[in-house]
């Protein structure tokens, strides 16, 4: 696998940055992440609801979900960090989004108990849950070499690392239907 895009809370944004700086220290080729950068600090730290009170933000935050939308698209691994189990509903969105591309998806957390706020139907949406940087490189790199052993086999190769906004070629598997009729 060559990618992995990062889907979070605008309230991790420092985090998230920390966390896909780590991944690509240890080698991961490309990383995409949300764009939180636009925003000011102050504005940052509110609340959602106080965010959303604002005219501006709110025009933007649909702009800002359909471009996340376009980096899952290029993306092979959906990585959710969702900390303390918590998942706003634009990551909602996304998890939905990512498992209609039939993508792997490993969250930071397993999803909140259904008392405490958290949805049953995105925890079976999770794949596996990945705590750290490092255990997520190495799900990368066993997902690439199950995969990639005709480009070499190797999370090192040198045509596994591509710029950001070069397209990339994806090859279909079958659909989970055809799966199962097989």
């Known amino acids: 696998m060559r990618s ?8 991790y ?7 896909a700086a780590r991944l690509r220290k ?3 080729p490309l990383v995409f992440t949300p764009d939180f950068k636009y925003l000011r600090r102050d504005f940052v730290e509110l609340e959602e609801r106080e965010r959303m009170t604002s005219k501006n933000y709110k025009k933007r935050v649909p702009e800002l979900v359909l471009r996340h939308f376009d980096r899952i698209r290029k993306a092979d691994i ?3 960090y969702n900390k303390d189990g918590y998942l706003g509903v634009n990551t909602t ?10 993508m792997v998806i490993y ?3 397993p999803e909140s108990p259904t008392e405490e706020g958290g949805e049953i139907c995105r925890e079976i949406l999770f794949t596996e849950v990945v705590s750290t940087p490092e255990e997520l490189c190495e799900k990368l790199k066993l997902i690439y070499a199950d995969s990639g052993k005709e480009n070499g086999g190797t999370f090192s190769n040198p045509n596994f690392f591509k710029e950001e906004n070069e397209p990339q070629k994806r090859k279909r598997t079958k659909s989970r239907e055809q799966e199962q009729l097989i």
Request: with cysteine.
């Open 4 to 11: 992995v895009v990062i889907c979070g809370s605008l309230r």
């Open 13 to 19: 944004g420092d985090e998230i940055e920390r966390f």
């Open 26 to 28: 240890l080698g991961a």
């Open 78 to 80: 959906c990585f959710i």
């Open 93 to 102: 969105l996304e998890v939905g989004f990512a498992h209609g591309r039939d």
């Open 107 to 109: 969250s930071l957390e």
